[in-house]
Nanobody, 129 residues
Framework: QVQLVESGGGLVQAGGSLRLSCVAS???????????MGWFRQAPGKEREFVAS????????SYADSVKDRFTISRDNAKATVYLQMNRLKPEDAAVYYC???????????????????WGQGTQVTVSS
């Protein structure tokens, strides 16, 4: 069984920072270091949207325009963990954040929901103005 577990969400004031983590376990642990990983978010009443992704070795990353220069994705394959450092948070960043594993081997930092096959349960990020 593939498991991805996010943590690190919470309530923060606008302009503040949070660091999200996503740990892989089970079968995901065996393939974590050869697959791309991504972060997506979904706000109430909105569709799930791409936030950031990283290829298997961290050499390639991709960001949504709305978070570029504020968010940083990284990974530690030895710990089977992917991170999302979120700085200068805005109220519009509030959402449930999900991590996901790519279907294909991870030479590319994928951006499309359909490119990912396993998802975590999500962690809530709330930003007060």
């Amino acid at each position: 069984q593939v498991q991805l577990v996010e943590s690190g969400g919470g309530l923060v004031q606008a302009g503040g920072s949070l660091r999200l983590s996503c740990v892989a376990s089970g079968r995901a642990l065996n393939v974590f270091n050869v697959h791309s990983m991504g972060w997506f978010r979904q706000a109430p009443g909105k569709e799930r949207e791409f936030v950031a992704s990283i290829n298997w070795n961290g050499a390639s990353t991709s960001y949504a325009d709305s978070v570029k220069d504020r968010f940083t994705i990284s990974r530690d394959n030895a710990k089977a963990t992917v991170y999302l450092q979120m700085n200068r948070l805005k109220p519009e960043d509030a959402a449930v954040y999900y991590c996901a594993k790519s279907q294909q081997y991870g030479t590319t930092a994928y951006r499309t929901i359909g490119d990912f096959d396993y998802w975590g349960q999500g962690t809530q990020v709330t930003v007060s103005s």
